[in-house]
């Protein structure tokens, strides 16, 4: 079965309409919530993308542990990037060349300096499993398994196609308007034609795109 889903995998070509273009950078030290100062400095140096609905921002995110050290989690925590820590950014093919004039840009950064370097292209992952490190939670009071259910109703709506919807970890942002409450979540069992429009519209308003909530990857264990 998994070989059967392997050669399907590499039978299906993602299509190029919408990538991820990232970017190396030089940043010491970010804060763990950077999620609104990151956007911000993005929509500075990029205008169009506040008003571009296909453009999303992939918050920073480094390795979980490694010599001894263990990622933190809350919002007064700072992050080490290293240097094959990345900025990505998810936009349609039109506008990439639009995106690359982020290099050679420094960003200001909740008070620190993040330089922009070179940048590559990579197409959305052919995979029937997706998570989303983030995902708003419009209610705060609102249960798992009504969050599920709001999940699952907007999933349907895309006419997507799924058997598995699963949430995990809660995390808080600080943003403008005040705190903003998401989830991680994890689709299964998607075909993957679906894997990929759900990877293009993401989940949510477009704003919250822009502050790095409901944009999809490839599940790591996949």
């Keep these: 079965m998994w070989q059967t889903e392997q050669e399907n995998a590499e039978q299906f070509v993602a299509p190029d309409t919408v990538q991820d273009i990232q970017f190396s950078i030089d940043c010491k030290t970010l804060p763990v ?70 290099s050679g840009q420094v960003l200001e950064v909740a008070g620190g300096r993040m330089a922009i370097g070179d940048s590559s292209t990579r197409l959305l ?34 006419s997507l196609h799924f058997k598995k919807v699963l949430c995990g970890k809660t995390i808080t942002f600080e943003t403008d308007d005040g705190p903003l409450m998401t989830r991680s979540l ?14 293009e519209r993401g989940l949510g308003q477009d704003r919250y795109k822009k502050l790095g909530c409901g944009l999809f990857i490839a599940h790591k264990s996949v």
């Design 125 to 158: 992952s052919v995979t029937n499993t997706l998570y989303a490190r983030h995902v708003v939670v419009e209610d705060p009071e609102q249960s798992e398994q009504a969050f599920i259910a709001t999940v699952v109703d907007e999933l349907k709506r895309l």
């Design 33 to 102: 919530d950077h999620a609104q100062a990151l956007s911000r400095a993005v929509l500075v140096a990029l205008p169009w993308f506040a008003s571009e609905p296909l453009a999303a921002l992939h918050l920073i995110h480094v390795a979980g542990s490694g010599n001894g050290w263990e990622r933190p989690e809350g919002g007064k925590g700072i992050l080490h990037p290293s240097r094959r820590t990345k900025l990505v950014l998810r936009v349609p093919k039109q506008r990439l060349d639009d995106a690359r004039a982020l």
């Design 186 to 199: 994890m689709v299964a069992d998607l075909p993957y034609e679906d894997a990929i429009r759900l990877q």
